[in-house]
């Protein structure tokens, strides 16, 4: 018999992306509508390290299972390292959507010089009802440019190059977003943990 573990997470792009990372593993991954739980954890952590273990270990109290807690910003060095903790939350406007959070970063960066440094950092926790969490970390270096590019992807994706590359994290296929990224690499990272608690 598979493996359960859950999703702490409720963004169908995350959940493409983790699905896809794990697909290998003899696990089955379910996410918080799979297993009827509606979980809002409020992100007070201090790190995006805190932040996905708060997550997973509400998720993994919550269910018995084993869950995966994700937490990622983007860093532009020309902001000082922001939105980084807050980039979902970047626009203060309620039901603000990517494309507005988009355009307010674009909107900061316009008068100031390029190239616009910046990196995605992401944290994944894998935590157990028993209170045990594993913290992997990933980084994918890239820039800022100032015009959308791409139709893949979520988030910051559009605008964000990755170095080496050529593209945009939205012109990646989902193949090689699962080879470059932040949240890729955390994932690769967390693999033996995940599998030395199941």
Same mark, same amino acid.
């Given at each position: 018999?598979?493996?359960?573990?859950?999703?702490?997470?409720?963004?169908?792009?995350?959940?493409?992306?983790?699905?896809?990372?794990?697909?290998?593993?003899?696990?089955?991954?379910? #996410?918080?509508?799979?297993?009827?739980?509606?979980?809002?954890?409020?992100?007070?952590?201090?790190?995006?390290?805190?932040?996905?273990?708060?997550?997973?270990? @509400?998720? @993994?109290?919550?269910?018995?299972?084993?869950?995966?807690?994700?937490?990622?910003?983007?860093?532009?060095?020309?902001?000082?390292?922001?939105?980084?903790?807050?980039?979902? *939350?970047?626009?203060?406007?309620?039901?603000?959507? $990517?494309?507005?959070?988009?355009?307010?970063?674009?909107?900061?960066?316009? $008068?100031?010089? *390029?190239?616009? #440094?910046?990196?995605?950092?992401?944290?994944?926790?894998?935590?157990?009802?028993?209170?045990?969490?594993?913290?992997?970390?990933?980084?994918?270096?890239?820039?800022?440019?100032?015009?959308?590019?791409?139709?893949?992807?979520?988030?910051? $994706?559009?605008?964000?190059?990755?170095?080496?590359?050529?593209?945009?994290?939205?012109?990646?296929?989902?193949?090689?977003?699962?080879?470059?990224?932040?949240?890729?690499?955390?994932? *690769? @990272?967390?693999?033996?943990?995940?599998?030395?608690?199941?």
């Amino acid at each position: 018999m598979m493996e359960k573990i859950l999703l702490a997470t409720m963004n169908p792009g995350k959940v493409r992306e983790i699905r896809s990372l794990l697909r290998e593993l003899p696990v089955e991954v379910l #996410t918080p509508g799979d297993v009827g739980i509606t979980l809002q954890v409020v992100e007070e952590g201090k790190t995006y390290a805190e932040n996905a273990g708060l997550k997973a270990l @509400a998720f @993994a109290r919550a269910s018995g299972l084993i869950s995966l807690g994700d937490d990622t910003g983007l860093e532009v060095d020309a902001l000082g390292g922001a939105p980084g903790l807050y980039s979902a *939350r970047y626009v203060s406007l309620a039901g603000a959507s $990517d494309a507005d959070r988009r355009a307010y970063l674009l909107e900061k960066l316009r $008068d100031l010089p *390029r190239p616009w #440094t910046a990196r995605f950092r992401c944290n994944i926790a894998i935590a157990a009802a028993d209170g045990t969490v594993i913290i992997t970390e990933g980084v994918c270096e890239g820039e800022i440019i100032p015009e959308e590019r791409g139709m893949h992807g979520f988030g910051y $994706d559009p605008v964000f190059l990755v170095t080496g590359v050529g593209k945009t994290m939205a012109e990646l296929t989902l193949t090689e977003k699962n080879r470059l990224s932040h949240r890729a690499r955390a994932i *690769r @990272a967390a693999i033996p943990s995940l599998l030395s608690l199941l």
